[in-house]
């Protein structure tokens, strides 16, 4: 979502020329080819957890959950491709329902990534607490809190929102700085919040999958919960930064001279540039998200494959396949036979 900033008197000084004609390449080129990975790949883990997996178990739930949070956040990326090169030409009804469909998959994202993430420490260090062994109606009242929270918390972004037309181009935004403002911190409390949670969460498991009775994967874990934080800080801590210091420019909107004005050029045009680079970083959890929280696990790559060899054993050579040997499984596994 943009944040609006009455910066004309700023722009026909500061030739913010370069910044505009890199992102309107840059950004419907990025934010497509996310959303196409996004859906290919949220969908797979859909399909993945509804064929295979118990869908009442706590985890599942908030592994499918996420899974449509970024589908959700994934089909505004086209209306921002399209918008960054031509202008917001979809009517201010759609304006606001982009923007509000946006922003429930932004938080939902956010939320579930907390919830997971406090599992996975009482999976580590309490493995019998109620939260690990949660199922049924408590993944149901899980799924509903944490729907009704972000949709309650992405209202204003559909009562705010307008269609403004500025410079003889419209616009999809905030309609002033005070509701700007409160978007802005919005996301910079979500962002604190969680990553409050990733520190304390993953150092204490780190601290006790350092511990010389630790099972031998360990290494492999570290790994996985050191590049899920390294992911989530990269993606998400420059964007916020640049974000709240964008912010502080609503607060000194009084008129300057021009000498003033042209010194602030050049940080005012970094910070622009290092906006946007670290937004197009940030937007694409959605479609990083599946991968690093579900398909890196063994559990699933088994199922994927699975899918792939039913997929594979249909395509007109019959149940024996390409090399002639019936594929089945195990009935005691409790998993589907490919047929």
Known sequence: LNYSINEDYQDEICNASTLLHFS?????LFYSVVA???LLGNILVVVIVLKYEKVKNLTNALILNLAVSDLLFATALPFWAYYHVWGWAFGERACKLVSFVFNVGFYSSGLLLIAMTAQRHAAVLNPLSGLVLAAGVYSVLASILIWTTSVLVAVPALVLTAVVE???KSHCEYDDSASSLWGIYQQNVLFV???G????????ILCRLLRPSARRRKNRTLKLIF????LFFVGWA????ALFLKSLRFWSQTPMHSVTLARQCASHNLLDFTFHISRLLAFSHCCLNPVFYVLVGSKFKRHLKKMMGCWRDSDGRGAYGQRGRLVITSLSSGDDLCV
């Open 197 to 204: 949670v990733f520190l304390f969460c993953y150092s204490q």
């Open 24 to 28: 309107k390449i840059s950004s419907p």
């Open 227 to 230: 590049t899920l934080m390294l």
């Open 36 to 38: 196409v990975l996004s």
């Open 238 to 241: 420059p964007y916020n930064v």
């Open 166 to 168: 500025q410079s003889g």
């Open 193 to 195: 919040l969680i990553s």
